[in-house]
């Protein structure tokens, strides 16, 4: 008899930014024009808020569109097999004072990508939500039909 998988583990709201803050690369999903769009960033965790770097652009234009965000990041142990997610749903503003900027600076957050990207962005959550799950063999999800034997021309 195998043991089923345990279902995924809701994370209270300090875990997920505890695992935020473990990680500097995200998805972050955006309305763009007349659909939604999904960028990788980088970015880090400050005061409550992420922050991210970017330039003028397709990006820029739509976090600052006033249509709320989502920002995805995750990440999975190798060595216990436990993955995780984390959800931050927002809204997205540009970072201008001149004390905020100068703030901004110290969290040390660089582009990846040359260019240039002097825009700071903070998203300011309404919703953080995370959830953390053991991965499982290739065995618990796989059908019948999948492992069944195949002929030459299947």
Same mark, same amino acid.
């Given at each position: 008899?195998?043991?089923?998988?345990?279902?995924?583990?809701?994370?209270?709201?300090?875990?997920?930014?505890?695992?935020? /803050?473990?990680?500097?690369?995200? /998805?972050?999903?955006?309305?763009?024009?007349?659909?939604?769009?999904?960028?990788?960033?980088?970015?880090?965790?400050?005061?409550?808020?992420?922050?991210?770097?970017?330039?003028?652009?397709?990006?820029?234009?739509?976090?600052?569109?006033?249509?709320?965000?989502?920002?995805? #990041?995750?990440?999975?142990?190798?060595?216990?097999?436990?993955?995780?997610?984390?959800?931050?749903?927002? #809204?997205?503003?540009?970072?201008?004072?001149?004390?905020?900027?100068?703030?901004?600076?110290?969290? %040390?957050?660089?582009?990846?990508?040359?260019? %240039?990207?002097?825009?700071?962005? /903070?998203?300011?959550?309404?919703?953080?939500?995370?959830?953390?799950?053991?991965?499982?063999?290739?065995? %618990?999800?796989?059908?019948?039909?999948?492992?069944?034997?195949?002929? #030459?021309?299947?």
């Amino acid at each position: 008899m195998t043991n089923a998988p345990a279902p995924p583990q809701e994370l209270p709201a300090n875990e997920c930014w505890a695992l935020l /803050r473990s990680v500097s690369v995200g /998805r972050l999903a955006l309305w763009v024009t007349d659909h939604p769009d999904i960028f990788p960033i980088n970015y880090a965790v400050d005061h409550g808020s992420l922050v991210f770097r970017t330039g003028v652009g397709a990006k820029r234009e739509a976090a600052l569109s006033g249509t709320p965000v989502a920002m995805e #990041a995750d990440g999975v142990d190798p060595s216990t097999g436990v993955a995780w997610s984390v959800v931050v749903k927002g #809204a997205a503003a540009l970072v201008e004072s001149t004390e905020d900027v100068l703030d901004t600076f110290s969290i %040390h957050l660089f582009p990846w990508q040359a260019g %240039h990207k002097d825009s700071f962005i /903070r998203i300011t959550p309404t919703s953080v939500t995370g959830r953390k799950f053991t991965v499982v063999a290739p065995a %618990h999800w796989w059908t019948d039909q999948a492992t069944a034997p195949h002929t #030459a021309t299947e």
